[in-house]
């Protein structure tokens, strides 16, 4: 059964940081893609960045967390990471990450197999 575990949500102040964690188990994803998604009260799921496979390409990320989110991956682990820098108060959300059994860089929700429960993110102004 596979199982994806985030952690390292919380509250902190606008211009903050806060590093969420997924922990895959069950399966290995290390030749696959694995993302993160948002969603914030009354508003639809928003893709937040993704990173594929060892040498798949670079993360991709939205436009609206560019310069300020950085996606990365331990494979040993199984685990990836998003380092969330400069945060505001919009970036307020639940944050869930979701992976792929194989190497496509997409934002698309919909072509995710497996998801976390999620992690709660509150900035505050």
């Known amino acids: 059964q596979v199982q994806l575990v985030e952690s390292g949500g919380g509250l902190v102040q606008a211009g903050g940081s806060l590093r969420l964690s997924c922990a895959a188990s069950g399966r290995t994803f290390s030749s696959g893609t694995m993302g993160w998604f948002r969603q914030a009260p009354g508003k639809e799921r928003e893709f937040v960045g993704t990173i594929a496979g060892s040498g798949s390409g670079s993360p991709r990320y939205a436009d609206s967390v560019k310069g300020r989110f950085t996606i990365s991956r331990d494979n040993a682990k199984n685990t990836v990471y998003l380092q969330m820098n400069s945060l505001k108060p919009e970036d307020t959300a639940v944050y869930s990450c979701?992976?792929?059994?194989?190497?496509?860089?997409?934002?698309?929700?919909?072509?995710?197999?497996?998801w976390g429960q999620g992690t709660q993110v509150t900035v505050s102004s």
């Open positions: 979701a992976a792929i059994g194989r190497a496509i860089v997409t934002s698309s929700s919909a072509l995710y197999t497996y």
